[in-house]
Structure formats: structure tokens, C-alpha cells
């Protein structure tokens, strides 16, 4: 006899309890190793430290606590600076309609079946909805990591901002300044280990270009900030970059009636190849961090010189308004305001604005981020250790941190700062020492693992002692003799 399983269609949306009953289930079975284990810390003034403060609490944060989490290392703590459940791009400045990346895409999961995205999404819509869905919805995935977040119990902070990272020498332990949103002190939290998972900015900043510098703030804005879109109706608007957020902020803008947009790149011709799509293959995903520096800087310089495009139905939805026009070959020579309106000049010609939108991505700069600013004088950055060939230059690659094996810091000068170790830099600029690490969801399957086996790593080294003399004392008889 055969046994047919029902197609996808006739597969029921099983329910959200009946998923968390099975993951649980899954979770009690995988337990082994079930002790805690991580010596427990206080100051000598007997304030509690944390074994590790995770700043940012977008879907690497979580990802990183629950990880950390399974390895029984729970004397954690997640701060995220945005309002509960708004960690990250996807509910605020987010403007595609989908994410850009493949749905079949695992990595939050840690390889448990029924923490996939999948699994909670077909478990509400069913299976046949499941294989319709083209891409996944962007406010899903904002919602997904919600569910994550409350059904593993990842203990998070909400709207509280970490400030300053202090290493304390005499506590052996991090000292980190707490706000709140309206920027009252939330006390100060002391913790062993710090993950940073501060997104794709948290190597440096948005970039807004040196052009406009004298231009009136009322007249540009960046892609990652709110934007009234309204104000654009019957407008002229310039959008700089030809990234897949210059093209969403200028479907928005079209959307909203604005009576022009033109869209202007530095490129000859828009990137039509997603070197994205390249890398995601086992042996640049899991391996990149294994190669000599000169390699690592030649595939992750031809990754950045081959371009972000937008996505195909980004592109479409651009350029099917006859008002839309693409100026390739149009760097912003200058940018200057003339009677409340932006005047740009490019090598290809002369243009007045009524508002300016900023899609020209992120700058690489640890001195740029406020929680560094004590210590990023002596992390070690790329340009300390290694000098690509004139013809391979690259100012941006230069100033990425030469991070270790699990997205630790190094110290710039042997002996003289080693606490920069116990600070792991999983955010967008690890792409250079590791690959496709924080702040991307590709990347994850593979680097998860690797940022919570460095911190277990070094929790079990630094107390190597501790862990001796409790051998030595370990006096559990399985039987008298
Ligand atoms: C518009 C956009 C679309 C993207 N689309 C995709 C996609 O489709 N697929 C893909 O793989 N990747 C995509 N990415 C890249 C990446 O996946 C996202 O940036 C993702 O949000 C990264 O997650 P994260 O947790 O590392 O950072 P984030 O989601 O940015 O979370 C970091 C959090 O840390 C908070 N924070 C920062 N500093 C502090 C501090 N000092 N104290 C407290 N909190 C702090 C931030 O406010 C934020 O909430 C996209 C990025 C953007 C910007």
C-alpha cells in the first residue's frame, strides 16, 4: 500500500499553540547539556554582572541571546533603544514590501525545524500558502521575530540606549552607562562579555555626503529616517544612490504624487548581478573568516565593487511612473540650497529640487559609534594590519576592525588593551574578517554558531581555574564499594 502525504494545499494551518507545543517539545528533548554552569559574578561592591549584555535587540540580538540561551549561559541581557517589537529596519524605515532576501533563507532557527520562519508562517496560513508566497512580507518578519522573542523568553530591554562601554580593570568586567528614550539614566549595568549587535550601521553611521554639508536640514533626508511622504505630492524630488532603499524611497515618493523624481548613481550602468546571490554557498559562508587576509580583502572588495542593486519588483515599481527618470553616471559635484530649493550639479548637468532624499548607505567607523567611544582607540582595524596592493585601495575596507575567529575585537598594540576580546562585533562590519556575519540574514546559519562558541569559549577559558578546583572537589559517588 502506498501512503500519499497530502499535498500542500490540503495541509492545515496547524495553529500558533500547537507549533509552540512542538517546539517546546523539541527544546526539552536537545537539552543536553541541561547544567548551568558559568561561575556566577558580583562587584566588590557587590552589584550583579552579567556574563553577557547583547546591545541591540533586532533579530541579531535575539538570535544571539537564544543561542547563548541553549549553551545555558542565561545570565543575560538584551538593551534595544527602539519601542518593544520595533528593534530594527522592518517596522520603521523599511520602505520595500517585502524582504529582499530568498524566503527559503533559514538562520534564526539554530537548525530547530519548528522555529523556522516557514513554520510559523504555516502554521497560521497553511502550507499552500506558504508555497504561493514569492518573497516574505516585511512586516511578517518584524512579526516573526516578535513571536521568537517571546516564545523562547529572551529577556530584552526595551527603549533603553547603551551608552559608553568602560572596561573596569580592577572589577575584570565592563561598566555600561543605561538610558532611557527621552534620555534620563537607566542606571548602569556591569557585564563580562558585550555582543554588539547594533545593525548595519553599528560600525559606523548612515552616510550623509560631505556635499551637503551647508544644505538646510528642512531639505534632505536620509533613507533610514522617518519621512513624511505627503509633502512630497505635486514635488521635485532627487534621490542619491541606486541601492535598493534609493529605489523603495523613490517608489514611496511616486506613490504619494510627487510630480518628479529622478534617481542619481555614480555608476556608468545599474547593477543588474546581486553578488549576494553568489555568496550564498557553504564554503564562503562558513569559511571566508579561514582565509589569508589578502584573499579576504579581494573577494569582499570585488563583493562591494559588483554592487547593491534593487531587487527586479523594486526596480519595476520605480521605473513603471512615467515621472521617474535614472541618471547614471551622476555623481552630486556639489549641492547648494537657492531659494528653498536644493540646486545639484552633476557632470551631466544642472537640477533644482524641492526635497533631496539620501539613499548613500553607511560609512565604517568605529570612532563614529557612541558605545566605542572609549575603546575603539585601541581596537585593531584592517589598516593596522594588513596593505592591499595600490590597484585593490579601499578607504572604506581600511577602516573595517581586523576582527578574530568569533567576531572578537583585537587589540591595536599586543598587551596593552586585551578586554577589547571580550567585546564581539557582530554587526555589518564584521563583512570583511568574517563574511556575511551580523546584520544579515544569509549569513546567519553559519555565524551564529561561531559568535556563541566564542563567547562560551571564553567564559570556559577565563575561569579555567575555577572549573579545576571544582574537578578537584567533584565528589559525586555513583556507588560504595
Ligand atoms: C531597509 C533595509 C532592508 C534590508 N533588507 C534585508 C533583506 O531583505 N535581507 C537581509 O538578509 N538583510 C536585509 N537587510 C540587512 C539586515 O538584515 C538588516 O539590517 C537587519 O535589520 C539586521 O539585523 P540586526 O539585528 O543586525 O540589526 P537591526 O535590526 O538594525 O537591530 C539593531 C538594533 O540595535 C539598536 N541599537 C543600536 N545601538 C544601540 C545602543 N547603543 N543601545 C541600544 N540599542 C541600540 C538599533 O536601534 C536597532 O533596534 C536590510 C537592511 C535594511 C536597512
Redesign the pocket.
Given at each position: 500500500m502506498r501512503v500519499l502525504s497530502p499535498s500542500p494545499e490540503e495541509t492545515p494551518a496547524i495553529g500558533l499553540a500547537a507549533l509552540e507545543l512542538a517546539l517546546k517539545a523539541d527544546l526539552e528533548r536537545l537539552a543536553y547539556p541541561g547544567r548551568s554552569w558559568v561561575p556566577p559574578r558580583q562587584t566588590r561592591a557587590g552589584l550583579p554582572v552579567l556574563d553577557v549584555l547583547i546591545?541591540?535587540?533586532?533579530?541579531?540580538?535575539?538570535t544571539a541571546a537564544f543561542g547563548l540561551m541553549r549553551e545555558r549561559v542565561t545570565n543575560l541581557l538584551v538593551?534595544?533603544?527602539?519601542a518593544p517589537d520595533?528593534?530594527?529596519?522592518?517596522k520603521t524605515?523599511?520602505?520595500?514590501r517585502?524582504?529582499?532576501?530568498p524566503k527559503h533563507?533559514t538562520g534564526p532557527d539554530h537548525g530547530l525545524p519548528h522555529l523556522l520562519f516557514q513554520s510559523w508562517f504555516e502554521a497560521q496560513h497553511g502550507a499552500g500558502a506558504w508555497t504561493s508566497l514569492g518573497r516574505i512580507p516585511?512586516e511578517q518578519w518584524a512579526d516573526y521575530l516578535g513571536w521568537y522573542r517571546r516564545v523562547l523568553g529572551i529577556p530584552v530591554r526595551s527603549q533603553?540606549?547603551?551608552?559608553p562601554v568602560e572596561w573596569c580593570a580592577d572589577e575584570g568586567c565592563f561598566r555600561v552607562p543605561l538610558e532611557e528614550a527621552g534620555g534620563a539614566s537607566a542606571g548602569v549595568i556591569h557585564a563580562r562579555k558585550v555582543v554588539l549587535?547594533?545593525?548595519?550601521?553599528?560600525s559606523g553611521r548612515w552616510e550623509v555626503p560631505a556635499e551637503l554639508a551647508c544644505v538646510p536640514r528642512a531639505l534632505y533626508v536620509h533613507?533610514?529616517e522617518p519621512i513624511d511622504f505627503e509633502s512630497m505630492r505635486g514635488r521635485s524630488v532627487g534621490v542619491l544612490g541606486a541601492g535598493?532603499?534609493a529605489f523603495?524611497n523613490a517608489s514611496l515618493a511616486l506613490e504619494h504624487g510627487a510630480a518628479e523624481v529622478r534617481l542619481f548613481f555614480r555608476r556608468r550602468e545599474l547593477p543588474t548581478v546581486n553578488a549576494?546571490r553568489w555568496a550564498e554557498f557553504v564554503g564562503f559562508l562558513k569559511h571566508h573568516a579561514e582565509l589569508p587576509d589578502v584573499d579576504r580583502w579581494r573577494f569582499i572588495r570585488r563583493i562591494l565593487e559588483m554592487g547593491q542593486l534593487p531587487p527586479a519588483d523594486t526596480y519595476r515599481r520605480a521605473v513603471g511612473f512615467p515621472q521617474f527618470h535614472l541618471h547614471p553616471g551622476s555623481p552630486w559635484l556639489s549641492v547648494e540650497a537657492v531659494e528653498g530649493r536644493a540646486r545639484v550639479t552633476t557632470p551631466q548637468g544642472v537640477y533644482l529640487f524641492d526635497r533631496l532624499i539620501l539613499g548613500s548607505g553607511t560609512v565604517t567607523d568605529l570612532s563614529l559609534r557612541?558605545?566605542l567611544a572609549l575603546l575603539h582607540p585601541d581596537i585593531a582595524l584592517w589598516r593596522d594590519r594588513f596593505q592591499p596592493p595600490p590597484e585593490l585601495a579601499h578607504a572604506d575596507l581600511s577602516r573595517h576592525p581586523y576582527l578574530s575567529a568569533h567576531f572578537e575585537f583585537q587589540e591595536k598594540v599586543p598587551g596593552r588593551a586585551p578586554h577589547v576580546a571580550a567585546v564581539f562585533n557582530?554587526?555589518?562590519g564584521c563583512l570583511l574578517s568574517l563574511g556575511l556575519g551580523?546584520?544579515?540574514?544569509?549569513g546567519m546559519k553559519y555565524s551564529l554558531p561561531r559568535l556563541v562558541a566564542g563567547v562560551t569559549r571564553q567564559l570556559y577559558l577565563d575561569d579555567r581555574d575555577v572549573f579545576f578546583r571544582s574537578l578537584e572537589c567533584y565528589a559525586e559517588r555513583e556507588f560504595e564499594p
Open positions: 546591545i541591540g535587540g533586532g533579530q541579531s540580538g535575539l538593551v534595544d533603544d527602539g520595533l528593534a530594527g529596519p522592518w524605515f523599511a520602505r520595500m517585502t524582504l529582499r532576501t533563507l516585511k533603553t540606549r547603551a551608552g549587535a547594533t545593525g548595519i550601521d553599528g533613507t533610514c535598493a532603499s523603495d549576494y557612541p558605545e557582530y554587526t555589518f551580523g546584520a544579515s540574514i544569509s
